[in-house]
Structures are given as structure tokens and as C-alpha cells.
């Protein structure tokens, strides 16, 4: 997010963990102030030098509309969640995407290690396609190895290989 910034853009997020937030802030040394959002019962965390703006709040249940969104990037959202939320995590997705406008970088794990049952959880290309394929199109966009970022994690620190994959999702005009 932080490259996103630099580059003289808009950033929106929606993220459930506090200090995952006050850690973006404070990490990229980014003065914030926070807000109280009472319809949605959320803190709204906003860049004071920059235009950033992150949502401490449940993306299920989050109703706020937000403006146009030109990109998405989910590193670590869907991964996260149980696989039995998928398809409302989709559909939270899908909300916030404009038919041949937003793209979504969706960071996909994809790990083949019995031992290990998640989070984070395997999302393989099937799994996309079977979540995305009927309203969007799909590309993968880039695979890395990131065994050795992951071996550093206490909880993931026993699997063999672990690869990220990133797919560029956009949504169909219908």
C-alpha cells in the first residue's frame, strides 16, 4: 500500500485487526489521526500527510459506500478466512468492484503439506476460478516461491513449500 502512496494515490482499506492497522501507520512512518464512524460502529483511521484511509471495521458486515475503486489488492484476506466464508468474502469483493474498471490483485497460497492445515489456507487456481469464474475474468499474473518467508512464522514454520500466486481478477459487464 505504502508503493500505492508513493505514487501519488488514493488508498482505501477495510481491515479487521487494529494493530494490523496502527503497524501500517506506524511502520511506514505515517502520522494518522482516528475517527469514530458510528453507522458502521467502526474507527476510521486517515493519513494526516497523505490520502490514505483504512476502515478498522468486519468486511462482512461493513455498509459504508465508498467511491469509485480502481484497484483492490488482497494480500492475505482471503487466505485468512475460513473456506467455509469464501464465497460471502467474494461477494464482499464483488461489491466494492465496477465492471471493466476495478481490478482486483488477489494473492493466492498455495502450499501441499498434510501437517498443516491453515490459516493461512491454500487457495489454489481452482479455488478462484470456482469463486470468480462466472462474474469476472481471471489472469495469474506472477508465481513466487515464498517458502523462506513463511518458514520465519511460528505457525507455518514446519511446511516444505509454500508459493504465492497472484491473479489479476476483473469484474464483467453484465
Not at 502450499?111 to 481471471?138: A, E, K, M, Q, R
Request: aromatic share 10%.
Amino acid at each position: 500500500m505504502k508503493a500505492v502512496l508513493d505514487l501519488g494515490h488514493r488508498v482505501i482499506g477495510i481491515e479487521g485487526c487494529k494493530a494490523g492497522i496502527e503497524a501500517f501507520f506506524n511502520e511506514n512512518n505515517i502520522s494518522y489521526e482516528i475517527e469514530k464512524d458510528e453507522n458502521n460502529q467502526c474507527e476510521i483511521y486517515k493519513g494526516i500527510e497523505c490520502s490514505v484511509t483504512i476502515y478498522s471495521a468486519d468486511v462482512f458486515t461493513f455498509n459504508k459506500s465508498l467511491p469509485s475503486v480502481d484497484y483492490i489488492w488482497d494480500r492475505g484476506g482471503l487466505v485468512a478466512i475460513n473456506p467455509s466464508t469464501r464465497e460471502q468474502y467474494r461477494d464482499c469483493l464483488l461489491r466494492m468492484m465496477t465492471p471493466d474498471q476495478t481490478r482486483l490483485f488477489l494473492v493466492a497460497i498455495n502450499y501441499n503439506d498434510p501437517d498443516f492445515s491453515g490459516p493461512p489456507y491454500v487457495v489454489n487456481d481452482d479455488d478462484v476460478n470456482h469463486l470468480f469464474g462466472s462474474t469476472c475474468s481471471s489472469e495469474l499474473v506472477e508465481v513466487r516461491d515464498n517458502t523462506e518467508e513463511y518458514r520465519s512464522r511460528e505457525v507455518a514454520r514446519q511446511i516444505n513449500y509454500i508459493e504465492e500466486r497472484l491473479h489479476l481478477i476483473v469484474r464483467k459487464q453484465i
